[in-house]
């Protein structure tokens, strides 16, 4: 998923997502904050980001928690589109799968180093 948002490979990130894909962006998102349901919005949100910023996540860190999210830790690095800001923001990433596809996502991260 990261390889394919990296690389803007709209194909591939539709097809890790199931059909009833939820994410839940940062309160505070440049792009929007909230719940997106189903895969178009996501990708919308996502797309919307790349609009306004050339940055793309870094995991650094990967675990699988108990109750079997796949918690993933690591940074925003680029930069703003316009002025060049440069943007290096932490986020921690909660996927959730079920049949090998991507069903939930929970996005918590420091949207004011954005």
Known sequence: MYAALRGGDRDAVTEALSPVFVAHFAD?????????????????????IGRMFAVHPEPEELALLADGRLMVRGRYLGHRRGDGARVNAEFIHLWRASDGKLVELRQLTDTARW
Do not use: F, N, Q, T
């Open 28 to 48: 505070g998102m440049p792009a929007g904050s909230g719940r997106a349901d189903g895969p178009s919005e996501a990708i919308e949100h996502w797309w919307a």
